[in-house]
Nanobody
Framework: QVQLVESGGGLVQAGGSLRLSCAAS????????IAWFRQAPGKNRDFVAH???????YYADSVKGRFTISRDNAANTVSLQMNSLKPEDTAVYYC?????????????????WGQGTQVTVSS
């Protein structure tokens, strides 16, 4: 069992930066793959970034080069550094965890979810 709590969302102007954090509690956090998804009003929950237990990272094309996912297994946290933010990045951002992962960009592959944190980018 893993519990996830996101933080760090807020309101920022286009071109600005935010850093989201996902704090995990539970056993063997280092064994879990962690991903960030986002969901804008009226839209599907979309994949943003993924980090394997051993550190390999993957990104959606829409955020590649602007966002960076990282993890600190000793602190049971995963971060998402978001730079050069655009209004289309506005969404609720969720972190998710999976012990075993098949297709990393599918939301239904993940077993545990946080409650989400709102990110709003103004133009």
């Amino acid at each position: 069992q893993v519990q996830l709590v996101e933080s760090g969302g807020g309101l920022v102007q286009a071109g600005g930066s935010l850093r989201l954090s996902c704090a995990a509690s539970g056993r063997a956090f280092s064994n879990y793959a962690i991903a960030w998804f986002r969901q804008a009003p009226g839209k599907n929950r979309d994949f943003v970034a993924h980090i394997r237990s051993y550190g390999n990272t993957y990104y959606a094309d829409s955020v590649k080069g602007r966002f960076t996912i990282s993890r600190d297994n000793a602190a049971n946290t995963v971060s998402l550094q978001m730079n050069s933010l655009k209004p289309e990045d506005t969404a609720v951002y969720y972190c998710a965890a999976a012990r075993f992962i098949g297709t990393m960009n599918r939301a239904d592959e993940y077993d545990y979810w946080g409650q989400g944190t709102q990110v709003t980018v103004s133009s």
